[in-house]
């Protein structure tokens, strides 16, 4: 992991912004972007790693990142990894069909796209789950799809 300011900083406020949260093994959800920030290699992507869930699952917005002094750069990459809930009564295909629509925007910007694709394999670790449900296998395979759009993306 790149030690500089902004990745220090970034570090506290993943770790104070998803404090008390866990992941669906009662795992601190902290190690998640932690997990990702490891395999960075600089530190735009560090520093997106460790907040690319803030904006999503807290209180946080893309403004507070601006006023903590994230740059530009680094602020585009989290908003483009940051993805709106789906309406609940649409199909689960519609639903796919967003999320895919999500992720090729992502892809278009190589900082964002290298994040989300370490978060697409971390996400489908399958050692990270108890128990494999029907549910897991379609989200293993909306990632598998999100995964090939990625890494078919050249800069």
């Known amino acids: 992991m790149i030690y500089t300011d902004l990745t220090r900083l970034a570090m506290k406020i993943a770790y104070e912004a998803h ?4 992941d669906r093994q009662g795992i601190p959800y902290i190690y998640h972007p ?3 920030a490891e395999q960075m290699t600089t530190e735009d992507t560090c520093v997106v ?3 690319h869930d803030v904006i999503e699952d807290t ?3 893309l403004d507070d990142l601006r006023n903590y002094g994230f740059t530009e750069v ?4 989290v908003g483009l990894l940051t993805h ?3 309406d609940p009564s649409l199909s689960y295909e519609d639903k796919e069909k967003l999320y895919l629509d999500y992720v090729t925007k992502a892809g278009q910007n190589s900082i964002a796209r290298e994040v989300k694709i370490a978060d697409l394999k971390h996400n489908s670790d399958r050692t990270r ?3 494999d449900t029907e549910i897991d296998e379609a989200r293993y395979g909306k990632y598998k799809k999100a995964l090939e759009i990625l890494e078919s993306i050249e800069d």
């Open 129 to 131: 789950l108890v128990l």
């Open 34 to 36: 932690i997990h990702l």
């Open 74 to 77: 680094q602020i585009e990459a």
């Open 19 to 22: 404090h008390g949260q866990v």
């Open 59 to 61: 209180d946080i917005t």
């Open 84 to 86: 709106d809930v789906p």
């Open 49 to 51: 790693a460790l907040l």
